[in-house]
């Protein structure tokens, strides 16, 4: 059976496992896919034996994806922008190559399950680190007509916003410190810092939320996160947590994989129910 697994630290909690054998269930795709406990020491040879020995594929977590990255011999554009990857595989040569699809699962969770036109609107990104890195680049592609990246350490967002702009000059994209994010209402809000698990989300000006703001978390847990019911009690119209984006990154690996575009609708479906 083709192999495939995620290499983490700690990774017993990983969704993933149960995320891609249910896409393999529903596309009728032979493969095994397995959880795998890296090590800070070993990582790189932890990752060169599972393919040595066979396997066809990897999702990388956390501590690993800039390891992983650095890793890789060929990377995507996307994966140099994150400077870190989820994914890796290996050509039919022998070349371990290197994409990361998180920026692509928002997209596709934002535009596909949630119906949101991403073309022409205002999108503020709350976070300049490795989570906001993993996603800037594909936001850009989906035709956004602006981008706005705030952060608490304003020249961590400058630096990003110089790097997008060597990739690309089509979008306007602006830094700002958190002290100084424009009063007025985006079409999206997304909140790529990590104060979902410190649960002390720094104060935003109401004006950025309205009817028509989608405020989207990057993480997700039990119930809504900080910013989601800040989001909420200052009018934000529609409030979603991350897990539509950890399924459709996974999917998005799942078709680098095997070329199959698995439902993430449906695996998003079931991942909702069971965690009710
Ligand atoms: P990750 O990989 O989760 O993005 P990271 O690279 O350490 O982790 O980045 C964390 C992000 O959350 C950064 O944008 C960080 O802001 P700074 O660059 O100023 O450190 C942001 N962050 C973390 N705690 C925060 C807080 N209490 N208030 C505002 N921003 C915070």
């Known amino acids: ?58 999702n990388v977590t ?19 922008v994150a400077r870190a990857a989820n994914t890796l595989g290996m050509t039919l040569e022998g070349t371990l190559w290197a994409d990361n699809t998180d920026g692509e699962g928002l997209v596709r969770d934002m535009t596909l399950n949630l119906g949101v036109t991403l073309a022409g609107s205002r999108v503020l990104v709350l976070g300049a680190g490795g989570a906001a890195r ?33 990739v690309s000059n089509e979008v306007p994209c602006h ?20 104060t979902a698990v410190a649960g002390d989300m720094p104060p935003l000006p109401a004006t950025l939320f309205d009817q028509r703001t989608l405020a989207y978390d990057l993480g997700y847990g039990k119930g809504p996160t900080p910013f989601l019911e800040l989001a909420r009690q200052a009018g934000a119209g529609q409030m979603e947590d991350g897990l539509g984006m950890l399924v459709e990154q996974a999917a998005e690996s799942f078709y680098l994989w095997r070329g199959i575009r698995p439902p993430g609708a449906e695996v998003l479906r079931a991942l909702r129910a069971a965690c009710h």
């Open 1 to 58: 059976m083709d192999r495939y697994g995620v290499i983490g630290h700690p990774i017993r909690h990983s969704r993933s496992p149960a995320i891609h054998q249910h896409f393999a269930l529903l596309t009728g795709q032979p493969l095994s896919y397995e959880r795998i406990e890296g090590t800070l020491e070993g990582f790189e040879s932890e990752v060169i034996r599972f393919f040595a020995a066979g396997g066809l594929g990897l």
């Open 62 to 80: 956390l501590p690993f994806k800039e390891r992983a990255f650095a890793l890789a011999v060929e990377r995507s554009p996307r994966a140099q």
């Open 134 to 166: 993993g996603i800037v680049q594909p936001l850009l592609k989906a035709g956004i007509a602006q981008l706005d990246i705030a952060n608490r350490t304003l020249m961590r967002a400058q630096t990003l916003v110089r790097e997008l702009e060597s």
């Open 175 to 194: 830094a700002f410190s958190w002290s100084e994010i424009p009063e007025h209402p985006y079409e999206v809000v997304i909140n790529a810092t990590s």
